[in-house]
């Protein structure tokens, strides 16, 4: 299979399951998508959806009881040279983390080793890639700086002795320490206030101008996926229901279940506006639904929707959707570019 | 959601600042630490002399009565067991008290009542060393090996080698270590004849010379398995369930996975990461443990004829030798406060969240 | 019952309010000098980032704290004046729904006593047949159908959104006068928020309910009060407060405009086109550094000199507005002394 | 508080009785005669008190096995108007009963599903129901039995033999009467010991958490100081100048050492429960102080305090058999701690015939002891309200 050169990126029907006592829980279906050069893409989803598991499948970190069962993650090289990283061994994968591939997790306190100085952290990262020290040492400082921190304060700190939005600042600089091509970002702005949020979206968005990574956004949040996304993928019941470009997936939505989220979702300067809320609960992920499995919660369900789970169709280019109602959907869809 | 951490309302901690400086030296934690463990061993020394005051009968009646049933007239008996005492139980208690406390600042402990009246310090002196080898040999190597197993079956989740360590830890944790002790001279002494346990008493061979020479220390070895056996297969267990625990809730937190993203060495991984925290909550219990070495295992010392702290203190009670009792009792109840001073301490070293100075954010 | 309750007089007015606690013998001042009255079947909303005192506030008003100093009064009359059968009465009166649906409700217990401890202990219903019906009514109300699905089971067996429906029906249990949401949806997933922010609309209208809705979700915060007010907490003070629509479309406060710029919204159009204001410093002061003067004056990017830093701002109306804000430049009056 | 007797017999016969009664009543025979079994057994064995709590939980149990089918208004799908919810009083009890014996049953279910805890509890009821019932078949042999020394021994001294299974003692009597008889003292005082304990232990840390100020600040500092010394050191001081006679007063001496751990664990557990929003919840509802306690915070601190009970049981019973084993209390039989005492002064240690003499009691404290650290550990799942499902 050739893939075309900007992309760095290529996940093939992916699928990831994990063993719970009932049975096998289908996390990740069939999941496919590419990520090129540069380009944001925007996970979004509710929790549950299988977002979080899709990240740890990406970086070969799924817990014990989780397991790839099918489908590639072809990454390819600066140098062109495309590698499976589901096929990698344990030391070509262990060179690939961080090194090509970084991440920010959610939850800043926790990711960081509370009894390291975040020095050690950095020294710790280098020496597993064989950077040398002081080489480590100068790029840290310019990246807090670009991260508006003050370098001699944080690089000698504890993680403890820093607030929520610095960690996460910490880890947004570490995360580039070894210049990848891709950052996971897995909720990076969950647990942060607004203004802090405000900042590290700045940042972000300054950090990629400048070096030109690919970035892998997980997010709940539809208004920061809004702001911050090239491509759009929404993700319901462990499987990608429907991806495109950022305006295409808001403004021409085609799944019913895209839709249904993006009417729950209030904005503030649009004045008074009517909500609607999606019936029912996320389907058990160990015995989902027959056909599509959105169907027992949709508003546009049919008959065929309850027997036959949708094909991926591909209305526009580069924007695939999995839906059997995709005209009656994107008749409802009533947010206009507001230009 | 506003974090405020354990917020608690200042009404009900009414605290006046004396001043600028000694409320910055009761900041720091080292000197808070130092001054509770002070107060508590004044407490625990007021508490033995409370007891021994308040022990039914003189003690001096009970050893006149004792040296009459010698043979000796009610005079030299009264005579000789006032000698013993340092102390004169008419005297007003808290002129008593005062005395007391005025020795023990001193470092003097009194003499013993039997005996020949022997300073307690020296009876101290003779038996410390080997409850100290003994137990703190025992606990070292129970705590290195049931680390190193804990975190070996916490890293083979569910496993044969994990079933097996953790039943079999259990087991050794819910039997109790005289029935352990009682099981090994059994086995080691009796069925297999590997020692002559009813020959082995005291801390070595009084044929062999003391001094550094090899057969003196094979000797001291010789005598010491048994006990330090016992101790490490009675305690082990509790450290490697302990181990395993704390190995498989740190295990689980984000920061190991994030090591693990940032491509780090498993080497460094497992020191650093898993091995340094997992192991933080049971340094503080090592340290609170080694407060108890000093008082060792009466039962165990007192099965193998073993000369420490913990058997002379049962002779003591035995004989009800009170002056020495109370020494013994007071050494081990400060090695405890100590130890756990020692344990706050260590854990402010290591842990660098609890040296956080105040009113941080969290 | 309570005296004074007419639609005049406020349900619960907080004057010049301060708490604080102390935290490994620092003096933190959650709140300071906050004034707020709620009126009956009316919705407030307090915003504000993590640590600006608005839970605390939401404690205070639902009777769960004590203020360290100022008034609390209750049907205008000061809460502590309140003794007897009519302290519980008027505690009751005040409910409180909290944020973390698996926290809120006790494992222990199945739903249906969980309702009916109040009723019971109140005696609230006649008898066990009327209990029974009463409970049944109450998860109709809080649109838990059927209740026979719900009533015999135990928390952990229901999802985070009806738990937190399940929580909304214990405060209704004692026909309560105000609910104090207390961030009670940022926890339940996008699509339920909306239908359980819709109930608690619906019991307002049907209830004659009051709410005081905290949340640090400003679009949220829009959607639920539009009708009523929306009050902008930083670091124990109420910086601006007034009426959804203005404090939405024309806020007055640095603050409170920093808040709104700062937002992203669902909407691409909107969320890329928004012009950002650049604060003088990323950093939230803590809270036992409070700067002197407007807390907000490190970072504020109108800030003065010697004015800013030195006079802490009361909370004025601004000519041709409609809100109330506490900022030295937009409120003239203050200045001079 | 344990052992036989004709009374308890009559008892357990009348409970049995009762439970089969009710079982055939609503047709439920299978958990009838389970309910007969169970009670007449508890009740032989430990009388009214035994009895009477087995009848208790096992009329809960037969009755919910009778109200699986039973239709609860209150599970209608039925609307408002159509449901009929008056319910007498009797009906309500039933419910009540029939729910409570559903939790006995998923705590069962718990409690067999985990292996290691299920083996815990057999050994834990083998010693208790050896220790009632042993008497029935085995008699106490108090005095020496000269006349079964054999031809040519030195001593009394025998190896396990089909007549005596466990061996005879330096006095020729049979070691397993002395392990049968000699646990009943031990288990009863431990017990007490651990009830004491877990009261005073409970009472405080609540206190300590729900009131505060100095109260909490005193019973902290006092539960703080009796940890500072070592316990076993203090146990020896205090038997030896105390000289116990009466078990009970041992039992509250022990309980006296070992209320402190709980009681910390107890008071940062409330003060933990304390915080929890459904107890805040409780107090906006103005349910009471009481309410709150009972209602709200024991619930869930039942496993934690039946596993430290659990745990101060086993306390006790080491510290029992190591002051008789040292010698520091009078000697009293028959008593496993007893029985090693002898065994080591009349040098049985050495000897293969009279290692039988020691072995009995040894095993007899190991494995009960086993037998409570098992199941203790399975004790969090028994007790987990997440595992019950309403009816």
């Not at chain 1, 996460?168 to 942060?192: G, S």
Request: with cysteine.
């Amino acid at each position: 299979m050739s893939i075309s050169p900007e992309i760095v990126l290529s996940v093939r029907n992916l699928s990831v399951s994990y063993l719970a006592k009932r049975g096998r829980v289908r996390a990740v279906n069939n999941v496919s998508f590419d990520l090129r050069k540069g380009e944001t893409l925007a996970l979004i989803g509710e929790s549950g959806c299988g977002k979080s598991t899709l990240n740890l499948a990406l970086i070969r970190q799924l817990p014990i009881t989780g397991s790839i069962d099918s489908g590639q993650i072809l990454y390819t090289r600066p140098d062109g040279q495309t590698v499976d990283v589901v096929s990698m061994r344990k030391e070509a994968l262990r060179q690939f983390l961080w090194a090509d591939c970084a991440m920010v997790f959610q939850g800043a306190l926790n990711s960081l080793n509370p009894v390291l100085r975040v020095r050690d952290l950095v020294y710790d990262t280098a020496k597993a890639h064989r950077l040398n020290k002081a080489e480590a040492r100068r790029r840290a400082f310019e990246l807090f700086q670009k991260v508006r921190l003050d370098p001699a304060r944080v690089f000698n700190a504890y993680p403890h002795e820093l607030s929520g939005g610095m960690r996460q600042r910490v880890l947004l600089a570490l995360a580039l320490l070894l210049r990848p091509q891709i950052v996971i970002m897995d909720e990076p702005t969950t647990a942060v206030d607004i203004l802090t949020q405000r900042s590290i979206l700045d940042v972000i968005e300054q950090l990629k101008a400048e070096f030109g990574f690919s970035v892998i956004f997980i997010s709940h949040d539809l208004a920061v996926a809004a702001e911050i996304a090239d491509t759009v993928a929404t993700m319901y019941a462990g499987e990608i229901i429907e991806i495109g470009p950022v305006d295409e997936v808001f403004y021409r939505s085609r799944h019913a279940y895209s839709l249904a989220l993006l009417n729950a979702a209030p904005r503030l300067s649009t004045g008074q506006e009517e909500l609607l809320s999606i019936p029912g609960s996320p389907p058990d992920l160990i015995e989902p639904p027959t056909g599509c499995k959105f169907h027992p919660r949709c508003a546009f369900a049919v008959e065929v929707c309850k027997t036959t789970p949708p094909p991926l169709i591909m209305p526009e280019p580069g924007h695939r959707v999995a839906c059997h109602e995709t005209d009656r959907v994107m008749a409802h869809n009533n947010r206009k570019i507001t230009t | 959601m506003t974090s405020i951490p354990t917020p608690r309302p200042v009404a009900a901690a009414p605290r006046r600042s004396p001043g600028q400086v000694l409320r910055r030296l009761w900041d720091s934690y080292s000197f808070r630490v130092l001054i509770q463990s002070l107060v508590t061993i004044w407490a625990v020394t007021t508490f033995t002399f409370v007891l021994i005051r308040l022990m039914p009968g003189n003690p001096i009646q009970i050893r006149i009565d004792q040296l009459m049933n010698r043979g000796l007239t009610f005079e030299e008996a009264e005579q000789q067991a006032a000698n013993l005492f340092d102390f004169d139980p008419d005297a007003p208690i808290l002129e008593q008290y005062v005395d007391y406390i005025g020795k023990l600042a001193r470092g003097d402990l009194g003499n013993s009542i039997l005996g020949g009246g022997t300073p307690v310090n020296s009876i101290i002196l003779e038996f410390l060393p080997w409850t100290l080898f003994s137990v703190g040999l025992g606990l070292l190597l129970s705590f290195l090996l049931g680390t190193l197993l804990g975190v070996i079956i916490a890293y083979r989740r569910g496993g044969f080698l994990d079933n097996f360590i953790t039943t079999v830890s259990s087991i050794l944790y819910g039997i109790p270590d005289y029935v352990i002790a009682l099981l090994l001279i059994l086995v080691v002494g009796v069925q297999l004849q590997w020692f002559q346990v009813g020959q082995m008493r005291g801390a070595y061979n009084p044929a062999i010379e003391p001094g550094f020479t090899l057969e003196f220390i094979a000797s001291i070895f010789q005598h010491a398995i048994l006990p330090v056996g016992t101790y490490i297969l009675s305690t082990t267990g509790s450290w490697v369930l302990a181990m395993k625990s704390s190995t498989l809730s740190t295990l689980g937190e984000d920061f190991i996975t994030v090591a693990k993203a940032r491509g780090l060495s498993e080497t460094r991984i497992l020191s650093a990461y898993v091995g340094r925290n997992a192991l933080l909550p049971l340094v503080t219990r090592l340290a609170i443990s080694i407060g108890f070495v000093v008082s060792g295992s009466v039962i165990v010392e007192e099965f193998f004829q073993y000369p420490g702290l913990g058997r002379r203190l049962l002779r003591a009670i035995t004989e009800r030798d009170y002056t020495t009792m109370q020494g013994i009792f007071l050494v081990i109840s400060i090695s405890v406060v100590a130890a756990n001073a020692l344990s706050d301490l260590l854990l402010g070293w290591l842990d660098p969240r609890v040296r956080v100075g105040k009113g941080r954010g969290r | 019952m309570m005296p004074n309750t007419t639609s005049t007089t406020p349900l619960i007015e907080l004057r010049g309010v301060h708490r604080q606690f102390e935290v490994d013998g620092v003096v933190l001042p959650v709140l300071q000098d906050i004034n707020l009255s709620v009126n009956p079947n009316e919705i407030i909303c307090l915003v504000g980032e993590s640590g600006c005192g608005k839970t605390t506030t939401g404690k205070i008003i639902a009777g769960l704290l004590g203020q360290s100093s100022g008034e609390v009064l209750v049907g205008g009359k000061p809460r502590e004046q309140y003794t007897g059968p009519e302290r519980s009465v008027l505690r009751r009166q005040l409910q409180i729904v909290h944020q973390d649906p698996f926290a809120s409700l006790n494992p222990a217990h199945t739903i249906g006593d969980i309702l009916s401890f109040p009723l019971k202990r109140h005696k609230l219903v006649k008898d066990r047949a009327d209990l029974r019906r009463r409970i049944w009514e109450l998860l109709t109300l809080v649109d838990l159908t059927p209740p026979g699905d719900i009533v015999n089971k135990y928390p952990h067996q229901l999802s985070g959104g009806q738990r937190q429906r399940v929580s909304i029906a214990r405060a209704l249990t004692v026909q309560p006068k105000l609910i104090v949401a207390d961030e009670a949806v940022s926890m339940v997933d996008v699509s339920i928020r909306v239908s359980i922010l819709k109930t608690l609309h619906r019991l307002k209208d049907e209830l004659g309910l009051a709410i005081v809705f905290i949340t640090h979700d400003l679009a949220l915060a829009k959607y639920f009060a539009w009708e009523g007010r929306i009050g902008v907490m930083y670091l124990g003070r109420m910086v601006e407060i007034g009426p959804t629509p203005d404090m939405i479309l024309n806020p007055q406060h640095p603050y409170t405009r920093a808040l709104m710029a700062a937002v992203p919204e669902a909407d691409p159009d909107i969320t890329r086109r928004k012009k950002h204001i650049e604060l003088r410093s990323d950093e939230i002061p803590r809270l036992s550094e409070i700067p002197h003067g407007c807390a907000f004056h490190p970072r504020c990017p109108q800030f003065l000199g010697g004015k800013c830093d030195v006079i802490v701002p009361p909370l004025l109306p601004v000519p041709g507005v409609t809100q109330t804000v506490a900022c030295v430049n937009l409120t003239p009056a203050t200045v001079g002394d | 508080m344990i052992g036989v007797s004709s009374v308890g017999l009559v008892i357990g016969l009348v409970c049995g009785g009762l439970a089969l009664a009710l079982g055939i009543y609503l047709k439920q025979l299978r958990p009838g005669i389970t309910g007969f079994i169970v009670c007449t057994i508890a009740g032989f064995g430990c009388s009214i008190i035994g009895g009477l709590i087995a009848l208790f939980v096992m009329a809960a149990v037969i009755i919910s096995h009778a109200y699986v089918d039973r239709q609860d208004p209150f599970t209608s799908r039925a609307k408002l108007e159509e449901v009929d919810f008056s319910e007498t009083t009797a009906q309500s009890t039933m419910r009540r009963l029939a729910n409570f014996g559903n939790t006995v049953r998923v705590s069962w279910g718990a409690l067999v599903r985990n292996k290691a805890g299920f083996i815990g509890f057999l050994g834990v009821t083998f010693f208790l129901a050896m220790s009632a019932f042993g008497p029935l078949f085995i008699e106490y042999e108090g005095s020496a039995q000269f006349s079964r020394r054999v031809d040519g021994a030195r001593s009394l001294f025998q190896a396990p033999s089909a007549e005596f299974p466990l061996g005879l003692d330096w006095q020729g009597r049979s070691v397993l009467s002395h392990v049968v008889y000699g646990g009943r003292i031990l288990i009863v005082t431990s017990i007490q010991a651990g009830l004491a304990a877990t009261a005073v232990a409970v009472l405080f840390g609540s206190l300590a958490a729900l009131m505060g100020g100095w109260v909490d600040g005193i019973l902290s500092a006092l539960a703080n100081f009796i940890l500072t010394i070592p316990q076993f050191p203090l146990l020896l001081v205090l038997a030896s100048v105390i000289q116990f006679t009466d078990p009970i007063q041992m039992a509250l001496l022990f309980g006296f050492l070992n209320w402190p751990t709980l009681m910390r664990a107890v008071r940062a557990q409330v003060l933990s429960l304390r915080e929890r929003d459904y107890v805040e919840a409780a107090f906006a509802l103005d349910l009471g102080l009481w309410h709150i306690i009972s209602r709200e915070v024991f619930p869930n601190m039942v496993s934690y305090i039946a596993v430290n009970l659990i745990f101060t049981v086993r306390t006790a019973l080491y510290g029992l058999v190591a002051l008789v084993v040292l010698g520091i209390v009078p000697l009293q039989e028959p008593d496993w701690g007893v029985m090693i005492f002898m065994g080591r002064s009349q040098g049985a240690l050495f000897s293969q015939e009279a290692i039988w003499m020691m072995l009995g009691p040894i095993l007899a404290i190991a494995l009960f002891q086993l037998s409570l650290v098992l199941f203790s550990r399975s004790l969090e799942e028994v007790f987990n309200p997440r595992l019950r499902s309403g009816l």
